[in-house]
T-cell receptor, first 112, second 115 residues
Framework: QKEVEQDPGPLSVPEGAIVSLNCTYS??????FMWYRQYSRKGPELLMY????GNKEDGRFTAQVDKSSKYISLFIRDSQPSDSATYLC????????????FGGGTRVLVKP | GAVVSQHPSWVICKSGTSVKIECRSL??????MFWYRQFPKQSLMLMAT?????????EQGVEKDKFLINHASLTLSTLTVTSAHPEDSSFYIC???????????FGPGTRLTVT
């Protein structure tokens, strides 16, 4: 079993819909949680990061962390075709030297 | 966030030759950089942690004599793929970790094709 599980998709939604992404993990030591967006043949771009449990909002993006359930989510409101990309969750534990453990990524397609 | 560059963005080399990839942190001093490899339709796989002024730490299964890492300054880390083979063809990405923060910022990646 992988440390971080993420549905590979593809997830297809119409423009303007809410995109809902999530990851589950098994390592209770993870404290820092990040979401990255990666376009084809490009490096990952940091979208959101949170520490421990709670919610964080930034523009159209909302990240949620539920450490008790070992479950994190990313919501994208008013989705646009330009949001079509692969979304990667990543997490780390301070004791692990800030190494990131990635989910497999979810491919999202927003249709005009 | 930090701005990270990589050079070259794409390189083609012949089997048996060596290739050097540069990773630069343009606006922050980075004591720690990471090198990842990504195969098509797969997630990122950490290869090694590059620490300025000291030897890199390699992940299990990564050949340190094949993937040479040099972090000679606070803004530059290099990855040299020695005696490259077609199976080394991949997308290589570096990231910068900023002390006092928890997130990492990634470079645009380097596509290596070994013929």
């Amino acid at each position: 079993q992988k440390e971080v599980e993420q549905d590979p998709g593809p997830l297809s939604v119409p423009e303007g819909a809410i995109v809902s992404l999530n990851c589950t993990y098994s390592n209770s030591a993870f404290q820092y949680f990040m979401w990255y967006r990666q376009y084809s043949r490009k490096g990952p771009e940091l979208l959101m990061y949170t520490y421990s449990s709670g919610n964080k909002e930034d523009g159209r993006f909302t990240a949620q962390v539920d450490k008790s359930s070992k479950y994190i989510s990313l919501f994208i409101r008013d989705s646009q075709p330009s949001d079509s990309a692969t979304y990667l969750c990543a997490m780390s534990a301070r004791a692990a030297g800030n190494k990131l453990t990635f989910g497999g990524g979810t491919r999202v397609l927003v249709k005009p | 966030g930090a701005v990270v560059s990589q050079h070259p963005s794409w390189v083609i080399c012949k089997s048996g030759t060596s290739v050097k990839i540069e990773c630069r942190s343009l606006d922050f001093q980075a004591t720690t950089m990471f090198w990842y490899r990504q195969f098509p339709k797969q997630s990122l796989m950490l290869m090694a942690t590059s620490n300025e002024g000291s030897k890199a730490t390699y992940e299990q299964g990564v050949e340190k004599d094949k993937f040479l890492i040099n972090h000679a300054s606070l803004t530059l880390s290099t990855l040299t793929v020695t005696s490259a083979h077609p199976e080394d063809s991949s997308f290589y990405i570096c990231s910068v970790w900023l002390a006092g923060f928890y997130e990492q910022y990634f470079g645009p990646g380097t596509r290596l094709t070994v013929t």
